[in-house]
């Protein structure tokens, strides 16, 4: 079994940063890849980014590669998703979700087996 839980989103001018993670219980979260997701107002959920259990592969949105960093330290059971120069259009509610497997990763999230609540990021212009 797996329960995950977000945290680190805020209200953040645009330009600025934040940090989001997600906690997650359960043995089964240090071999398996996680992701981020997000869920703007109005639009329909959209990967962000994975990466896999070992950490030797991630992978990101265009519309933000270049701007927001995963990572992981499974010795925490923890995920991470580093948000720098963010925009307005960041604006959504993030989820961390567990991968059914652990060596690639996916931007389907259908394929993801465990989500978490979400945690809501604003970005002010």
């Known amino acids: 079994q797996v329960q995950l839980v977000e945290s680190g989103g805020g209200l953040v001018q645009a330009g600025g940063s934040l940090r989001l993670s997600c906690a997650a219980s359960g043995r089964t979260f240090s071999t398996r890849t996680m992701g981020w997701f997000r869920q703007a107002p109005g639009k329909e959920r959209e990967f962000v980014a994975a990466?896999?259990?070992?950490?030797?592969?991630?992978g990101y949105a265009d519309s933000v590669k270049g701007r927001f960093t995963i990572s992981r330290d499974n010795a925490k059971n923890t995920v991470y998703l580093q948000m720098n120069r963010l925009k307005p259009e960041d604006t959504a509610v993030y989820y961390c979700?567990?991968?059914?497997?652990?060596?690639?990763?996916?931007?389907?999230?259908?394929?993801?087996?465990?989500w978490g609540p979400g945690t809501q990021v604003t970005v002010s212009s």
């Open positions: 979700a567990v991968y059914r497997h652990g060596t690639t990763w996916s931007i389907d999230q259908f394929l993801y087996d465990y």
């Open positions: 990466i896999t259990w070992t950490g030797s592969s991630t």
